[in-house]
């Protein structure tokens, strides 16, 4: 799967919107774009995908840009409960039948300040 | 809202013995997996699973570790002898599909080898 590039962290103010960047420049066509978010001591949890267009669901939102080399997970308005790790990740068809993985990062901690 | 579950939620068991990790996932999905975290590292792929067989599995996934699918709905971790390194929490994930779709991942197992 191609590389992902985050930011290590990042701070907010509760009740206010957070924009998670993510860098995937060698993103190729078929691939689709999945965040992902960890919560302390939780298992990973999914938050939104895509490919091409921007997508919008009861979590989050999901901009991705025009050539396909970024996106931004849009979090409307912040709460405590919202500061986790956040993982971006890439997803492709790997071959052989039924072969499929999902490689987390490091991903971006994300800090809500009260 | 479905969920995928694992039991026990803490195992300790003694070195060199063996363990069994059970998931019960989502009724209809048809992919399944296996990841591990261990204490303040990254989330790792263990191994994927699809129509009764693994379609993808790690270099962590020797032969200590196999996965089944005994009767249709449990999918369950072996680890034949464990060692100290094996101790971290494992995720089961369950997804409906391939790549455009998101995993499921239950609250985890938090293995104790001592």
């Known amino acids: 799967d191609a590389k992902t590039t985050q930011p290590n962290s990042m701070e907010s103010n509760e009740e206010e919107p957070v924009h998670l960047p993510c860098n995937h420049s060698?993103?190729?066509?078929?691939?689709?774009i999945h965040w992902y978010r960890q919560l302390p001591s939780q298992g990973p949890e999914y938050v939104i995908h895509?490919?091409?267009s921007n997508v919008n669901n009861r979590m989050a939102s999901l901009a991705i840009a025009e050539d396909r080399k970024s996106s931004t997970l849009i979090l409307h308005r912040a709460t405590l409960r919202d500061a986790a790790v956040y993982y971006c990740?890439?997803?492709?068809?790997?071959?052989?039948?039924?072969?499929?993985?999902?490689?987390f990062g490091a991903g971006t901690r994300l800090f809500v300040k009260a | 809202e479905p969920e995928v579950t694992q039991t026990p939620s803490h195992q300790v068991t003694q070195m060199g013995q063996e363990v069994i990790l059970r998931c019960v996932p989502i009724s209809n999905h048809l992919y399944f997996y296996w990841y591990r975290q261990i204490l303040g590292q990254k989330v790792e792929f263990l191994v994927s699973f699809y129509n009764n067989e693994i379609s993808e599995k790690s270099e962590i996934f020797d032969d200590q570790f196999s996965v089944e699918r005994p009767d249709g709905s449990n999918f369950t971790l072996k680890i034949r002898s464990t060692k100290l390194e094996d101790s971290a929490m494992y995720f089961c994930?369950?997804?409906?599909?391939?790549?455009?779709?998101?995993?499921?991942f239950g609250s985890g197992t938090r293995l104790t080898v001592v």
């Open positions: 994930a369950s997804s409906e599909g391939r790549i455009n779709y998101g995993y499921t």
């Open positions: 895509g490919l091409t």
């Open positions: 060698t993103i190729s066509g078929t691939d689709y």
């Open positions: 990740i890439l997803r492709a068809l790997s071959g052989g039948t039924g072969g499929f993985k999902t490689i």
